[in-house]
């Protein structure tokens, strides 16, 4: 067993960054300036978005992309149980109703079946979930979507540098928003981009910093004036230069962290395969995936010991993991509101109850890779229900 803890998902960040960000304190520049403009387009220009802004948090990309289409009180919003809770905090935040749909037994993606069944003449937006990295069925979405005049906004928090029918999600132009969160594929320790058209980054612009129709680079600067003014009563969203310039470094970075991700779920693949009682993640439908977590499922019938008992024997093993997501109906907010009940969303539910993270990061050496592999190994081989031969 491992002498040392090993982290879920520690942040890989190098001389670069603090090259970088040394370099941004010293040019009398912090806030939004020159290095967030320069990454917008440089983070645009590689998920081939028509433009980018941005922001201090991906909920902040939600939240104003919800604003800015005008979705409020009256007004549904589909999405699903398997997320983090931001992705519906938001629907409440801006007096909508979110209606939760159940997801599909194999990715854990939003089941564009089941939003058909959720749809109502009240319905104004989907927020599917790229779930893990793995892109959503987007052609279904887009479709139901253009069927019943909605927009579709992606939440990409997992998402970045995945790929649907080629295309790299956020550049199909929907409303996209991305995490630089410190456990995210690549981080500006907070941080986030909303990618869309030019009119819908427009408008997210001035609503992320109060409102105003002149942001402070451009009245600060030379030739810039002290006129503004406050065309709604806007949010304070903005990414700093510093933390800008965080991200150019990561984003260079990037390919080269995605390629490592690839090598470590590989590795897993190859060695965990042959465990009857561990169901692997799955990649389907035209698709590259992202990896941002790697999600095993105990299957049942196979462990004397369940999930949270799984979890704990790695953490004895010195192995970090998380459990992606406990569903949103679960909650006490939603479930009081609502009056959920777990079932009410079964492959959600069940399936919770099954998922463990294991680590998966670009900074994972060959003996971390061997170390989670044994650990898992080593746990179903000493838990291993045993059959009563008929
Ligand atoms: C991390 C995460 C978010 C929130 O991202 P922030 O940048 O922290 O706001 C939203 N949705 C999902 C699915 C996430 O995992």
């Known amino acids: 067993m491992r002498g040392s803890f090993l982290q879920f998902s520690p942040p ?3 001389s670069e960054e603090v090259d970088a960000v040394i370099e941004t304190l010293k040019s009398n520049w912090l806030t939004t300036g020159p290095k967030t403009r320069q990454f917008e387009q440089q983070f645009a220009e590689y998920v081939q978005a028509p433009g980018g802004l941005a922001l201090n948090s991906c ?6 992309a919800l604003v800015a289409l005008g979705i409020g009180p009256g007004d549904e919003v589909i999405t699903t149980p ?16 979110p209606v939760l749909a159940d997801v599909e037994q194999d990715t854990l993606n939003l089941d564009p079946a089941r939003v058909r ?6 319905t104004k937006a989907i927020i599917p979930v790229h779930y893990a990295g793995h892109p959503v069925n987007l052609q279904a979405f887009n479709t139901i979507a253009e069927e019943h005049s909605l927009v579709v906004i992606e939440d990409a928090a997992h998402a970045v540098s995945a790929k649907y029918e ?12 991305f995490s630089f969160y410190a456990t995210k594929n690549m981080t500006t320790g907070e941080g986030g981009m909303l990618t869309g058209t030019p009119e819908l980054l ?5 609503l992320s910093l109060h409102g105003m129709s002149c942001e402070a680079w451009g009245r600060y600067g030379k030739g810039g004036s002290w006129k503004y003014d406050v065309v709604a009563p806007g949010f304070k969203y903005n990414m700093t230069d510093i933390q800008a310039s965080i991200g150019i470094c990561q984003l260079r970075k990037l390919s080269e962290f995605q390629q490592r991700r690839r090598q470590v779920v590989d590795a897993y693949r190859a060695a965990l395969a042959e465990l009857d009682a561990i169901q692997l993640p799955v990649e389907r439908g035209p698709i590259e995936h992202a990896w941002h977590l790697f999600v095993i499922r105990l299957r049942e019938g196979q462990l004397k010991i369940n999930r949270d008992q799984f979890v704990e024997q790695l953490t004895a093993h010195n192995i970090g993991t998380s459990v992606h997501f406990i569903p949103i109906h679960m909650h006490s907010f939603y479930r009081k509101k609502y009056g959920y009940r777990p079932n009410d969303f079964p492959v959600a539910y069940q399936n919770y109850q099954q998922v463990i993270s294991l680590p998966l990061n670009p900074s994972m050496s060959e003996q971390d890779v061997t170390d989670v592999i044994e650990a ?3 746990i179903v081989k000493q838990n291993r229900l045993c059959k009563v031969a008929a």
Do not use: K, Q, Y
């Open 376 to 378: 898992v190994c080593d």
């Open 202 to 206: 427009e408008r997210v612009r001035i």
């Open 117 to 122: 069944e959720a749809i109502t003449p009240r």
């Open 59 to 64: 909920t902040a990309g939600l939240h104003t």
């Open 166 to 177: 080629g295309i790299p999600i956020g550049g199909t132009g929907n409303p996209t928003a």
């Open 12 to 14: 890989l960040v190098g």
């Open 82 to 97: 398997i997320t983090f809770a931001a992705s519906v905090n938001v629907i409440e935040h801006v007096g909508a109703m």
